[in-house]
């Protein structure tokens, strides 16, 4: 499975609602074109808060209250995307970062939880760095599921209660040290693990000719991989790394910090040989939430 495949197909609702918040509102964001994403919205009565990548809800704005003041603020976000970066460079790594964690369906009414973490390249040679989540409120109308609300720009770890179930104690590193924590400690009930993901598709086939494109599509499966648990890769607290050459172990660093989050989980690089084609393996241990 590519990042631009519906992971919901077969979930008829699902597959739909992914539809509409991933591939639909990418495309129109890419192109800045308003008008081929307008009808997924319910125009009447909506309104979208903004987070402001704050916890407190206290802090929370109605920044949006009705669809053409978000339309407006959407029209100059893609506008000024478009000049920063090349349309077609960032169009993966942006597939890539958009993750529907969960989709709660009752009735007619749904709520989408959106994670939006990676980085896409810009003209000028540097990254920028996406790290936030969306809760969007859907409706079925006329047998079409739209949005109708929305709270955004929320912080990628919420409050108290967001906080992974994993903690890094003083431990002192030298410094060399990649991006991994020397030593977690971790409190869960219920412990996931995920067996050994490469850059392979559902058909078999390898996925990328270059390290950096099969490093990237390895942790889109991991991260398919634990949302079938029902957690994520912010609950990874422990990371075993497999490379025929070490001497990519820097290469794999830069991608690696895109996908993962601070306190890192604890890691092994080990040197070792893989199937022919292969580039990259990785394995996980989770501590769900």
């Keep these: 499975m590519s990042v631009f495949d519906n992971p919901f197909d077969g979930d008829a609702d699902r597959g739909e609602i992914w539809e509409i918040l991933v591939r639909r509102d990418l495309e129109a964001f890419l192109s800045a074109d308003w008008d081929a994403t307008k009808g997924d919205f319910v125009e009447e009565g909506f309104f979208g808060i903004d987070g402001q990548n704050k916890n407190n809800p206290d802090q929370w704005v109605m920044t949006f209250p009705d669809l053409a003041s978000y339309r407006d603020v959407w029209l100059q976000a893609a506008t000024a995307s478009a000049a920063e970066s090349d349309r077609r460079a ?134 398919r991989q634990l949302t079938n648990a029902g957690c994520g890769l912010e609950d990874v607290f422990k990371v075993n790394v497999y490379l025929p050459d070490l001497g990519d172990w820097e290469r794999f660093n830069e991608i690696y910090v895109d996908y993962m989050r601070k306190p890192y989980p604890v890691r092994t690089a080990i040197q070792a040989g893989l199937l022919p084609g292969l580039l990259v393996e990785i394995e996980m241990w989770a501590a769900k939430r």
């Design 90 to 223: 960032v169009r993966e790594p942006l597939y890539a970062a958009s993750r529907l964690k969960s989709i709660d369906i009752n009735g007619s009414h749904a709520i989408a939880h959106k994670e939006i973490k990676g980085a896409v390249p810009k003209r000028d040679g540097s990254r920028e760095i996406l790290d936030w989540q969306t809760l969007y409120v859907m409706r079925k109308e006329d047998g079409r599921w739209k949005i109708a609300s929305f709270v955004g720009y929320l912080p990628s770890v919420m409050g108290a209660d967001g906080v992974a179930p994993v903690t890094a104690p003083p431990a002192q590193q030298h410094v060399t040290a990649g991006p991994y924590s020397p030593v977690l400690k971790v409190n869960a009930e219920e412990l996931v693990v995920i067996s050994g993901q490469c850059a392979i598709d559902m058909s078999g086939n390898i996925v990328g000719e270059t390290f950096e494109e099969q490093t990237r599509y390895t942790l889109e499966n991991c991260a």
